[in-house]
């Protein structure tokens, strides 16, 4: 259980600044008051408040716990393993003999399941904690076959002459394709619309 000890001008002050350095609200940790703050006399034994905060419940703990039990009430056997953990990135495979029925297509299940996680970790945190999901290496295919995807419309733009409009993609999709054709001179690509329906339109450089 990871736990800090901070000094602060008042209680409140002191706990917020334990539970920003915890990546934490509130009500995922348990709090213990060790000195409270004193105004002495002419500033004379003058003293701050000091705390310990420790943690009960992480960011990370909430999406887990919200992973596991949508799977559960799914019915599919499919396992959560931890890749990379780190303040920021979490990322997770989805495994077993079901994985694949959480991609749907084009990926649609699995960044649905993606973005709802998102939510329950992120809905109190004071800093964002991202959970990437992936399942059967569909991330890594998918991105190649963006990047295919980009070059041939981009061949097509400047055949016809006319922008060509992708299909609603989420935001980190559309990266890929804006930075496969960052560097090509004769098309440009914008976004438009909006969310969950924003596109990417590929269109002749003027």
């Not at 602060?8 to 917020?16: H, I, L, N, R």
């Not at 409270?36 to 960011?59: C, H, M, N």
């Not at 009430?73 to 990379?84: A, D, F, P």
């Not at 749907?104 to 709802?116: D, E, P, S, V």
């Amino acid at each position: 259980m990871r736990e800090v000890t901070k000094y602060g001008k008042t209680v409140a002050e002191a706990v917020s600044s334990a539970l920003n350095e915890l990546n934490a609200t509130l009500d995922q940790a348990d709090v213990q008051i060790l000195e409270e703050p004193r105004s002495g006399f002419f500033g004379i034994g003058a003293r701050k408040a000091l705390v310990k905060v420790a943690l009960t419940k992480t960011p990370f703990d909430y999406g887990m716990d919200y992973l596991t039990a949508v799977i559960k009430k799914s019915g599919l056997t499919v396992h959560v393993q931890v890749e990379e953990r780190s303040a920021r990135v979490c990322r997770c495979t989805l495994s077993g003999k079901d994985a694949a029925q959480l991609i749907g297509k084009h990926g649609k299940t699995l960044n649905a399941l993606q973005f709802l996680t998102d939510r329950v970790v992120n809905r109190d945190a004071e800093h964002r904690l991202k959970f990437i999901l992936d399942a059967e290496n569909y991330r890594e295919t998918r991105r190649k076959a963006l990047i295919a995807l980009a070059k041939r419309v981009a061949e097509k733009t400047v055949l016809t002459g006319l922008p060509h409009r992708l299909e609603p993609m989420p935001a980190f999709e559309r990266k890929i394709v804006h930075t496969a054709l960052a560097k090509c001179s004769k098309v440009r690509t914008f976004s438009n619309g909006e969310e969950p329906r924003r596109y990417l339109t590929i269109a002749p450089r003027s």
